[in-house]
C-alpha cells in the first residue's frame, strides 16, 4: 500500500463511517507567546468511538486534550492556528465551563480528586452544572455506583485516604455525573498496577458500549490503549507522525519496536526509522 492511500484513509478510518463529534483541524499550541508545542496536529473521534492519542513522556498528548478543554489558558497556552469542533460547532472560544455544559469534560493526569472530601461529595461535585433535580442527580449516582462498586464500599471515606486506583475511579465516576457526550480521559493507568488498569480500561469499554459515550483518551501504555480503542493517532515533538486502526498500528512493526518494547540498541526515537520521513503527513 503506498504512503499516498494511507495518508488519505486517515481521517475518513478514524471516522468509522460515523460523523464525528470531535474534529480537531491543525491545531498549532503556543506557551507564554515564545514556545511552540502542537505543530499542525489534526485528528477526529466518532460519535460514540474510543480514539487513543498515543506517545511518549512530553509527546504533546496532554496539551491536545487540554486544547480541546480549553485549559490552555491557565497555564499561559493558546492555540494560535487551526480549530476545533465538537458536534460541527466550533468550540475554540468557550469556557471549560460551557464545554462542560455542552457534554466535554477532561479527567485531568493525577486523578486530581478533592482530598479533603469523601468519595461521595466528590462525586456530587460532577453534578454541578446540572439542572436537572436532586432525583436525576441521584440516579446518575447510583449509575456511577453500578459501574464501580468499590466506590459505594468506600463512599463515606476521604478522598485522600483512598487508593490511586479508587481516586481514579473516582475521577471518572465524577465526570459521570456530569452528563458527558465525550470525555477526554489523560493517562488512566499512570501509577496502577496492571489489574487495575484492567478494570479501568473495561469500565471504559462498557460505558462507551451502555451508555454511547466517545473517549479521546491519551496514553503511554500503548500497548493496553490500543486493545480498547479502535483506532489511534501516534504523536512525536508535537507532531502526528502515524495513525491508522487500532488492530493496525499493534501489528506495525515500528509500533512494536519503539512502542511496545525495547530494540536491541534501546529505545530510539521514531525519526531513526529509514520509513519514517516517507510517512511523515507534513512534509511538503
Not at 480498547?228 to 491508522?244: F, M, P, Q, S, T
Amino acid at each position: 500500500m503506498s504512503d499516498t492511500t494511507t495518508i488519505s484513509r486517515g481521517q475518513a478510518a478514524a471516522e468509522d463511517n460515523r460523523p464525528p463529534i470531535l474534529r480537531v483541524n491543525n491545531i498549532e499550541v503556543i506557551y507564554d507567546h515564545v514556545i511552540l508545542v502542537l505543530k499542525g496536529v489534526s485528528l477526529a473521534v466518532p460519535e460514540g468511538g474510543i480514539v487513543a492519542l498515543l506517545g511518549a513522556n512530553g509527546a504533546g498528548k496532554t496539551t491536545t486534550l487540554k486544547a480541546v478543554s480549553n485549559l490552555l489558558r491557565a497555564e499561559r497556552g493558546d492555540v494560535t492556528k487551526g480549530s476545533i469542533e465538537f458536534e460541527g460547532t466550533s468550540i475554540d472560544r468557550l469556557t471549560p465551563n460551557d464545554l462542560v455544559k455542552r457534554g466535554v469534560i477532561q479527567v485531568m493526569e493525577g486523578r486530581h480528586c478533592f482530598e479533603h472530601l469523601t468519595i461521595e461529595e466528590n462525586l456530587l461535585t460532577g453534578a454541578y452544572t446540572r439542572r436537572d433535580g436532586r432525583g436525576e442527580i441521584q440516579k446518575a449516582l447510583e449509575m456511577v455506583y453500578e459501574y464501580f462498586p468499590r466506590l459505594k464500599e468506600r463512599r463515606t471515606s476521604q478522598a485522600g485516604y483512598t487508593s490511586g486506583g479508587e481516586q481514579q475511579m473516582c475521577a471518572i465516576g465524577r465526570a459521570l455525573m456530569s452528563q458527558p457526550k465525550m470525555i477526554l480521559l489523560d493517562e488512566p493507568s499512570m501509577g496502577l498496577a496492571p489489574q487495575l488498569v484492567e478494570t479501568i480500561f473495561e469500565t471504559v469499554k462498557s460505558l462507551n458500549e451502555k451508555e454511547g459515550v466517545s473517549f479521546l483518551l491519551a496514553e503511554q501504555n500503548t500497548n493496553v490503549a490500543l486493545r480498547y480503542a479502535k483506532y489511534g493517532y501516534i504523536l512525536e515533538n508535537g507532531r502526528v507522525v502515524l495513525d491508522g486502526e487500532a488492530e493496525a498500528l499493534r501489528q506495525n512493526e515500528d509500533i512494536k519496536e519503539f512502542y511496545l518494547g525495547l530494540s536491541a540498541t534501546g529505545r530510539r526515537s521514531y525519526r531513526d526509522v529509514k520509513h519514517y520521513k516517507r510517512r511523515k503527513r507534513w512534509l511538503a
